[in-house]
């Protein structure tokens, strides 16, 4: 072999391997760059999911409704009041979970925004969400019947179901959601538009709920005549209506909301919404359907309460098909992420 072509063979040889070292290190600089745009994205994502402004406090300001005292309580403490005047405390455990996070994050997001004055929450339903203290929640439970042992029992359940979720909440985009829920949906949840007329919020758009039907509260009808409507709307609504004696062809549903329930209901001459005409007439929601037999308009109702959010019916459902809390949460709220928030040093 001649000198020439060693030198060529080493010239070859040398040259691979630069070519080699030169690829295994941008391989390994390309390997460091997918980690670093992964961590990156992950914490725009862990970002995206928690948002560090989301620190809470460890009391709420509670205003009693009877006294109009305001109390500084410890947010499990006020949590252990509000599950049981919420929800029964017969109901599954994954069931009373989800309820014990949704009414934490009900609150949290009721701090945040400051609705009102000088307190966080009030113990009124209609207002906030329910809330009694141990004392006059062991009076209902007597009152119910419900002897020691199964008030101790239910205790316990309370107990188990704030502690195991402490400081679990729901956030949709780094901000804790208006956790809406009611009793039984009767089958499809509402939208929130639908009902408070504003922009639509896409965790609170109808979905499926299912084993609505078990439930006592799934139908019922109140009836009324032509006569009795009249005057309920007139003592409550500006627009005042007329109706004829028999007034049977002056009573009408005209549309329907997007998950079916009613919107719009005529009443004599006058258009009313239907919320309105449930509140007045004191029906269970504004599922109904109308029948005009004899003298009477009867109103055949399915469900019980606005539909928007999670229903507790369907919560205790899909608790005993197997569902743990935070996949009950994630069916009824689409999109949300449940997270650990951290607590202010207060
Ligand atoms: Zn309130």
């Known amino acids: ?16 391997l630069i070519i080699i070292i030169i690829f295994l290190i941008n391989i390994k600089r390309w390997e460091q760059e997918k980690q670093i745009t992964e961590k990156i994205e992950k914490e725009i994502e862990e970002v995206k999911k928690y948002d560090k402004e989301n620190k809470v406090s460890r009391t709420i300001r509670l205003k009693i409704s009877n006294t109009g005292e305001v109390q500084t309580i410890d947010m499990d ?68 019947g419900f002897d020691k042992k199964t008030r101790d029992k239910y205790w316990e359940k309370i107990n ?25 949906s009767g089958g499809k949840t509402e939208s929130a538009s639908e009902i408070w007329g504003k922009q639509k919020i896409s965790y609170l758009e109808p979905v499926e709920s299912r084993g609505e039907e078990e439930h006592s509260y799934y139908k019922s009808n109140e009836s ?7 005057n309920k709307i007139n003592s409550k609504s500006e627009v005042k209506c007329r109706v004829s004696n028999d007034g049977k062809d ?16 005529r009443v004599g001459e006058n258009i009313y919404e239907a919320t309105f005409i449930r509140a007045i007439l004191g029906l269970k929601s504004t599922n109904f359907s109308i ?15 606005h539909g928007v959010g999670m229903s507790q019916t369907g919560a205790n459902y899909y608790a005993k098909e197997g569902y743990i809390y935070d996949q009950i949460i994630k069916h009824y709220y689409k999109g949300v992420d449940v997270v650990k928030v951290e607590q202010k040093e207060d």
């Open 1 to 16: 072999m001649n000198k020439k072509l060693i030198m060529y063979y080493a010239f070859f040889c040398t040259l691979t």
């Open 250 to 265: 002056e009573i009408e549903i005209l549309s329907h909301t997007v998950s079916g329930r009613v919107k719009k209901v």
């Open 77 to 144: 403490e006020y949590l252990k009041g509000v599950l049981p005047s919420e929800m029964p405390p017969s109901y599954e455990m994954e069931a009373l979970k989800a309820q014990a996070v949704v009414a934490r994050t009900y609150a949290y997001e009721k701090m945040s925004t400051n609705t009102h004055e000088g307190f966080d929450i009030c113990d009124n339903f209609a207002c906030c969400q329910a809330y009694y203290n141990k004392e006059k929640i062991s009076e209902i439970w007597t009152g119910r």
């Open 160 to 184: 188990e179901a704030v502690d195991s979720t402490n400081n679990i909440a729901v956030v949709y985009s780094g901000k804790f959601i208006k956790a809406y829920f009611h009793a039984n």
């Open 224 to 230: 009324f005549t032509a006569k009795e409507i009249e």
């Open 291 to 305: 029948e005009k037999k004899d003298n009477k308009i009867i109103f055949n109702v399915t469900g019980y309460g």
